[in-house]
């Protein structure tokens, strides 16, 4: 049984920072995992954010975020994190992470089909 809980969303004002956290609940260790970041607001389809292999500590992001967002991990605190700098309007959404076991997998993905564990998503809302 793995449980993943985000935290850390919130209002903020356009150009400013938030991070996101994703702690993994698991009776293994986060390294054990690829972790990724998906979004979707209402009525669209979910998009992939990012996500960092545990197998070789490779990350990617989307065109969307790339240069604003980057991803890191705590594995001694089982968390991952999303720092999210420079937001707009348009990052407004709920955000989730979602978790994968890494055995066998090279790199990560930002394909939500790839990944078997879900959080319940915390809410972001860029506005001034």
């Known amino acids: 049984q793995v449980q993943l809980v985000e935290s850390g969303g919130g209002l903020v004002q356009p150009g400013g920072s938030l991070r996101l956290s994703c702690a993994v609940f698991?009776?293994?260790?986060?390294?054990?995992?690829?972790i990724a970041w998906f979004r979707q607001a209402p009525g669209k389809e979910r998009e992939g954010v990012s996500c960092?292999?545990?197998?070789?500590?490779?990350?990617y992001f989307a065109d969307s975020v790339k240069g604003r967002f980057t991803i890191s991990r705590d594995n001694t605190k089982n968390t991952v994190y999303l720092q999210m700098n420079s937001l707009k309007s348009e990052d407004t959404t709920v955000y989730y992470c979602?978790?994968?076991?890494?055995?066998?997998?090279?790199?990560?993905?930002?394909?939500?089909?790839?990944?078997?564990?879900w959080g319940q998503g915390t809410q972001v809302t860029v506005s001034s």
């Open positions: 960092d292999s545990s197998s070789d500590g490779r990350t």
């Open positions: 979602a978790a994968v076991a890494r055995v066998g997998r090279r790199g990560c993905t930002i394909k939500g089909y790839e990944y078997d564990y």
């Open positions: 698991s009776g293994l260790t986060s390294d054990y995992y690829n």
